[in-house]
C-alpha cells in the first residue's frame, strides 16, 4: 500500500519514469482522471476540483509582487485587485488538490507527480519521495528534440518551467523544491535511463517497506 511522489525538472525525462514506474508495479497515476474518481467517493462534483499543479503556475514578475495585491483581499471580493482575485482561486484550488492527494494515500498504490505531494506526505513513513534530474544542458537539448524549439527557446522554456516549479511550492508550501532533504532518492537521467531509473525506485521502495 505504498505510496511514491515524484519531483521532476523539467526535461529531465521524469514524466517517461513515471509511466514505467506505474506499468511496472500495477500502480494507479494521480492525474485529473483519478482526482474525478476520487471526487465521487468523497460525494463531491468533479467541477468542485480544479487539478493545480507547477505546470500551470505563472511566477509574478517584480511589478507585480509589488502592486498586484495593494488592495489587500479582505472584504468584499469584488473590490480584490484581479491578482489577489486569482491569488485566492488558486490557493483554493491548491488545497483541495492537497486534499485529494491525502486522499489518494490513505487508498495506496499510486504514483502522484508533482503537485506539492512530497511536502503534503513528507511525514507519511510508507512515502517514498523521489526527485528526478539531468543537467541543464541535457535537459534542453531533449526540449529540442522533443517539441522542434531552437536552442534558445529551448533554454528559455526549460529556465521558465523550472521556476514555476520553484516558486510554486516555496508560494503554497514554503519549502524549497531543490532541498535534498525534502527526498529519498534523487536520480540524475543524464546517465541513467528510465528504465533504469525505475529499477532504482523499485528496489528503493523495497527497502522502505
Known amino acids: ?106 487508498q495506496g498504490n499510486v504514483v502522484i507527480v508533482g503537485r506539492g505531494s512530497q511536502v503534503a506526505l513528507a511525514h507519511k513513513p510508507d512515502v517514498l519521495h523521489v526527485r528526478i534530474v539531468a543537467p541543464f544542458e541535457t535537459r534542453v537539448k531533449r526540449w529540442q528534440a522533443r517539441a522542434t524549439l531552437t536552442e534558445e527557446e529551448a533554454q528559455h522554456r526549460t529556465r521558465e518551467r523550472d521556476q514555476a516549479h520553484i516558486d510554486f511550492v516555496q508560494q503554497f508550501y514554503g519549502v524549497d523544491i531543490v532541498d535534498p532533504a525534502l527526498y529519498d532518492l534523487v536520480i540524475g537521467t543524464e546517465k541513467i535511463t528510465p528504465e533504469g531509473a525505475v529499477e532504482l525506485i523499485i528496489k528503493a521502495l523495497e527497502l522502505l517497506q
Not at 525538472?9 to 497515476?29: A, F, H, K, N
Request: hydrophobic share 40%; glycine share 6%; net charge negative.
Open 1 to 106: 500500500m505504498a505510496v511514491i511522489t515524484v519531483s521532476r525538472q523539467s526535461g529531465s525525462d521524469g514524466d517517461t519514469v513515471t509511466r514505467l514506474l506505474c506499468e511496472r508495479l500495477g500502480y494507479r497515476y494521480f492525474d485529473k482522471k483519478l482526482m474525478a474518481e476520487m471526487a465521487k467517493e468523497m460525494g463531491l462534483e468533479p467541477s468542485e476540483i480544479v487539478d493545480m499543479s507547477a505546470d500551470q503556475h505563472k511566477v509574478k514578475g517584480v511589478l507585480e509582487r509589488i502592486f498586484g495585491n495593494f488592495q489587500t483581499p479582505f472584504g468584499d471580493p469584488s473590490s480584490w485587485t484581479l491578482v489577489a482575485r486569482h491569488e485566492a482561486h488558486e490557493a483554493l484550488s491548491v488545497e483541495r488538490v492537497r486534499s485529494m492527494i491525502e486522499a489518494a494515500y490513505e
